[in-house]
């Protein structure tokens, strides 16, 4: 593991010796390596400290993630939230996975600030709001909240090894790097693979993975996947891709929760995009999702003009109406009159 990593783990022992009712959250509308790294450590409280802990959502995750998620054990603060901010103010540590500032589990921000816990992060998202918790496990160069949460774990006392852990910690790891990675297809660096290794080694079951991630959605995503490349996407002369599911298209294919996950990704193989967009209308703004090939930022892009950020080449944010644009309807123009001035100079800045 990082060097980095070593110095604090013993402060993290200490924590997790100590604790009694431990708190994990994770960020809003939380995708794969949310839930996994989120039920991971969940489970290796219950199974291997044997610590009452609660996994809390902020909102519902996609039911296409719904396997992983154990019987008993995690609180949807959206549809329970007394009983979520319940949990909250008892617990004596707060752990929170895949965000790097209290804010991007939107309505839990003010009731994380006020819990007088201890607070823990791990997360490898840029700029960590670090003065918001007690000790921070953060790193940029790896594939996921997964995969650094894997490490740490593997570097408290008494694990060592994957097969110390039981494949109920295992596997949600694997389900979250995984889908982080987009399947292996980016962010994947040498310790991501030795990490999938070390899994299917100790037991995981990849094949019934992959299959419960992918291959288990409706017919209605894939109908949705092919009108949405050929009556939404558009490709500027600079080179980006983009495409804007309004609440018509939605509704259109009662399109749920999850079920457009990777579209933003599709356009990227096309040879003269450089970068791609997806924005899917909520109530009253649309969620943006943005992508990029090497020496793009999407990051920088998701900051400046989203209200955003991520990492540089997958970042996301959110456009409102009529605070950013009038209406709905005005979302193409903003975008190609923001991505044109962007891609004039689409680097990285030096601090990213």
């Not at 607070?119 to 490898?124: G, P, Q, S, Y």
């Given at each position: 593991?990082?060097?980095?990593?070593?110095?604090?783990?013993?402060r993290?022992?200490?924590?997790?010796?100590?604790?009694?009712?431990?708190?994990?959250?994770?960020?809003?509308?939380p995708?794969?390596?949310?839930?996994?790294?989120?039920?991971?450590?969940?489970?290796?409280?219950r199974?291997c400290?044997g610590v009452e802990?609660?996994?809390?959502?902020?909102d519902?995750?996609s039911?296409?993630?719904d396997?992983l998620?154990?019987?008993?054990?995690?609180?949807?603060a959206?549809?329970?939230?007394?009983?979520?901010?319940t949990w909250?103010?008892?617990?004596?540590?707060?752990?929170?996975?895949?965000?790097?500032?209290?804010?991007r589990?939107?309505?839990?921000?003010?009731?994380?600030?006020?819990?007088?816990a201890?607070?823990?992060?791990?997360?490898?998202?840029l700029?960590?709001?670090?003065?918001?918790?007690?000790l921070v496990?953060?790193?940029?160069?790896?594939?996921?909240?997964?995969e650094?949460?894997?490490?740490?774990?593997?570097?408290?006392?008494?694990?060592?090894?994957?097969?110390?852990?039981?494949?109920?910690?295992l596997?949600?790891?694997l389900?979250?790097?995984?889908?982080?990675t987009?399947?292996f297809?980016?962010?994947?660096?040498?310790?991501?693979?030795?990490m999938?290794?070390?899994?299917?080694?100790a037991?995981?079951?990849?094949d019934?993975?992959?299959?419960?991630?992918?291959?288990?959605y409706?017919?209605?995503?894939?109908?949705?996947?092919?009108?949405?490349?050929?009556e939404?996407?558009?490709?500027?002369?600079?080179?980006?891709?983009?495409?804007?599911?309004?609440?018509?298209?939605?509704d259109?294919?009662?399109?749920?929760?999850?079920?457009?996950?990777?579209?933003?990704n599709?356009p990227?193989?096309?040879?003269?995009?450089?970068m791609?967009?997806?924005l899917?209308?909520?109530?009253?703004?649309?969620?943006?999702?943005?992508?990029?090939?090497?020496?793009?930022?999407?990051n920088?892009?998701?900051?400046a003009?989203?209200?955003g950020?991520?990492?540089?080449?997958?970042?996301?944010?959110?456009?409102?109406?009529?605070?950013?644009i009038p209406?709905p309807?005005?979302?193409?123009?903003?975008?190609?009159t923001?991505?044109?001035r962007?891609?004039?100079?689409?680097?990285?800045?030096?601090t990213?």
């Open positions: 593991m990082p060097v980095s990593l070593c110095a604090d783990i013993e993290l022992e200490t924590f997790f010796a100590t604790a009694k009712q431990v708190c994990i959250v994770v960020h809003t509308h995708d794969g390596d949310a839930v996994g790294s989120g039920v991971a450590l969940l489970e290796y409280f199974r400290r802990a609660r996994l809390l959502l902020p519902p995750a039911a296409s993630l396997f998620l154990p019987a008993d054990g995690v609180l949807d959206s549809r329970d939230r007394e009983a979520a901010l909250l103010e008892a617990s004596d540590l707060v752990v929170c996975l895949d965000l790097n500032a209290f804010t589990a939107e309505g839990l921000d003010a009731p994380l600030r006020a819990s007088r201890p607070k823990v992060l791990i997360d490898h998202h700029h960590p709001d670090r003065e918001a918790f007690d496990f953060s790193e940029t160069e790896i594939s996921s909240a997964s650094l949460l894997y490490q740490v774990l593997l570097a408290l006392p008494g694990v060592g090894a994957a097969e110390r852990l039981p494949l109920q910690v596997t949600p790891l389900a979250g790097m995984t889908t982080d987009n399947n297809a980016n962010s994947v660096f040498p310790s991501t693979l030795r999938a290794s070390e899994l299917l080694a037991g995981v079951d990849r019934a993975l992959l299959d419960k991630l992918y291959q288990r409706s017919e209605n995503r894939f109908r949705a996947m092919g009108a949405c490349l050929a939404r996407l558009v490709i500027t002369p600079e080179g980006v891709a983009y495409v804007v599911l309004d609440k018509a298209f939605l259109r294919f009662s399109l749920q929760e999850g079920e457009t996950e990777g579209f933003v599709l990227l193989g096309i040879g003269r995009v450089r791609s967009l997806l899917k209308e909520a109530e009253n703004h649309f969620r943006v999702s943005i992508r990029s090939k090497e020496g793009v930022s999407a920088r892009l998701a900051s003009a989203f209200h950020g991520g990492h540089e080449r997958a970042a996301g944010g959110k456009l409102f109406f009529p605070q950013d209406s309807e005005a979302a193409a123009a903003y975008i190609e923001t991505t044109a962007f891609m004039r100079n689409p680097a990285p800045s030096e990213e």
